[in-house]
């Protein structure tokens, strides 16, 4: 600090001061009525904070502290606390026109609070003064907040927690659909009942020390209601276990009421007091475990860390150590000490280490939350958090890092350097460097070619000539059908033609040449009549469309059967497996489109995994609900949720077939390395190839929402479908 033993500075007069016993030392508690601060100091420093008076310099207070007391502080202490003292607001030069500048920096807090108050995912709504209230409730419910209530506490826990854990089962399986429509009105009833005994524990609690409560009230985060009482005065009791138990006390009884609701649900049949009961218990605890009872945000569990590791304003410390860290990186500027917690400036660094970590992981997943909740709204809100959360945070840490008041001179060379460097570094990371994803998809390998055998007139199965797994030629005949009916057709034409035939001689010999003619013409029809059947008749024999393998389940089940034209009888397979069938998930399909004619690896299912390359041939430009093949529906094992759907066929004739839940675009791929030895048609496979077409940031933002997306879908699902 410049010219320290010339400085002058005034502790400021309208500070409040407390003396507290602290095991076995005294020290003092400064209240700052104005920015509603506390804090604590020896008992050698605040001697020597009092003698700053405004007409004393520094040195001349540190020699008079030294006359008085052995504890004497040295000069390089007194420039740390002076420092402290400054920043803090608790002390200002005489010159520096003090009440300006108090309210000043009043003016910049509440700026600040207006900020806050923008953001519409946290909102402070003051209610009402329950001082007097509490006073009066006093006499009637003051022991709840004594040792006595303690000895029935204790045991009802106890027991309650047991019973939940006995039925840890059916515990478990009731926080599914929790939050269904039906249960909406009980959760928040019985939330406010909870909210309701909370703070007014925290209220009797700080009446019962002396203390007072002048405001309860509500806030709200992203909407949701969270009260809170002002029970700051609490830290002008003298006993630190005083105001641990005030800290505690919401928690406490809503401890115990969780405890009386466990047994309750434990001991009733399923139906609404059960799970009124079971709503009780699972609010309380998320209430205690996630915020209230949690240090690093500051709620109870905070206040109750702050007073056991005996550092008041251990978050404000913190925010100075995290600060004065990023000045040191940005300006290389040497840290300044946190005065006056000597030896314990690890729990500060610490804490305000993790209570940062939180804090980005809270407010990032509240973002996420607003954002795959409300949807289009929900953009809204999450930007307006981002600037709340972290533009207007990052404006006043650029404010404080440039603040001129610094002993050493600023390296502004450097931190534009560190500065540009993080600009660059985040940049890559999520606007740049690709995340290293794959598409896949879920196919069947089959046989290629692959011809399938239908019948090309209806008839009766008179034999099959061919068994399963059988060699064939290109036109060997595979089946044979018969069909008495066209036999007779084909006849009686025959005959009707030869009797035209005969007819018209008649009329040309006659010479009736017009009806000769009329004749002709009726025979020709006749004649195209004949051969349209005899070309069905040809049809009734089967013959392989090209040479190879014959495919076919229960050919010996065709066996005298009447079948339809069109029916599927077996397949001929020109060669090994060859050719996948894909069904690809639609979010999928423009992954896949622009991969046509590309490599894709291959994984085929088998004992032991097997990696293939192949060709992406083909990708349908639509999705259909069409199945592919039927080893990909789940109703034969394979991956794709289906559902029953009847066909029906030419004539009246129905057949059971399935249909894709979703719709699924098809592509085919072709193996283009050597498939090994044993493995057959008709399998499974999965197709994927490496896809960049993601940022790392874009990547976990997508992973972020679907994950909040499928955690809230199943928290509101329709409940109640297992017993409480
Ligand atoms: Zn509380």
New binding site residues.
Partial sequence: MRELSNLVLKFRDDLRVSRQQLGGQSCYVIEDPINGHFFRVGEPEYDFISSLDGRRSVQDAIALCAERGTDAITESEAATICRWLVESQLAHTPEAASPDRLWEAARTRATRRRWYALNPLFIRIPLLNPDRLLSAAQPWVGWLASWPFFLLWLPVVLVGLFAVLLHWGEFAAGAQGILAAHNWLPLVAGWAALKLA??TF?GLACKRFGGHVPEYGITLIIFAPVP??DVSTAWRFPSRWQRIFV?A???YVELFLAAIAAIVWARSEPGMLAQAAYNLIVTATIGAVVF?GNPLMR??GYYILADLVDIPNLYSHGQRFLADMARWLFFGTRPQPVPLSAGREWVVRVYAVLALAWRVLVCTSLLVAAYALFHGAGIVLAAAGVVAWYIVPLVQLIRYLARKDHPEPLNFRRAWGVAAGLVIAAYLVFGWVPWPGRASAPGVLDYWPLEIVRCESPGFVRGIHVRSAQRVTADQVLAQLENPELEHEITDLAVLIEQSRLRERGFRSAGEFSAAQVEARFRQTLQSQKAEKEKLLAGLTIRAPIAGVVLGRHLDSFQGAFVQRGTEILAVAGGPPREITLAIDESQARLFAERVGSSVTVYVASAEPIRLQGRLVSVTPYASKRLPHEALGAAAGGPLPVRPHTVSHEGDETALRWELLNPYVEATVRLSSPLPRGIRGGGRVRVSFPVFDETIGEHLLRGLVKWFREKLDQAFAKGAERPL
């Fill in positions: 909370h703070e925290h809170y009482a800290s006390a919401g928690m209230n709620f109870d």
